[in-house]
């Protein structure tokens, strides 16, 4: 069973940049496709990204791409989320997640999660 820790959360005037990691430990890093997921304040928790296992492919919501670029280091059991030209309405706590069975955009398909970090983008 992988436990998740996300880190590299804080707050950032927009326009500006943030690295978010995640740091997978107790599993098979390279047997999990990899997502991010964020919430913010009274809203539904939302997919922002996704990399698969094996060929590394990526997905990404509409209003991240070309901004956002997700990435995994499978030799230190770590996920990436690079966030650029950042927006206000980006402001959320962004969650990574894992699961062994696909890579999906779907927060339900993701068995474990991270406690999550907070990111904030001022105006």
């Known amino acids: 069973q992988v436990q998740l820790v996300e880190s590299g959360g804080g707050l950032v005037q927009a326009g500006g940049s943030l690295r978010l990691s995640c740091a997978a430990s107790?599993?098979?890093?390279?047997?999990?496709?990899m997502g991010w997921f964020r919430q913010a304040q009274g809203k539904e928790r939302e997919f922002v990204a996704a990399i698969s296992k094996s060929t590394g492919s990526t997905y990404y919501t509409d209003s991240v791409k070309g901004r956002f670029t997700i990435s995994r280091d499978n030799a230190k059991s770590t996920v990436y989320l690079q966030m650029n030209s950042l927006k206000p309405e980006a402001t959320a706590v962004y969650y990574c997640?894992?699961?062994?069975?696909?890579?999906?955009?779907?927060?339900?398909?993701?068995?474990?999660w991270g406690q999550g970090t907070q990111v904030t983008v001022s105006s």
């Open positions: 107790g599993g098979t890093f390279s047997s999990y496709h």
């Open positions: 997640a894992a699961n062994r069975s696909r890579s999906s955009l779907n927060h339900i398909a993701y068995n474990y």
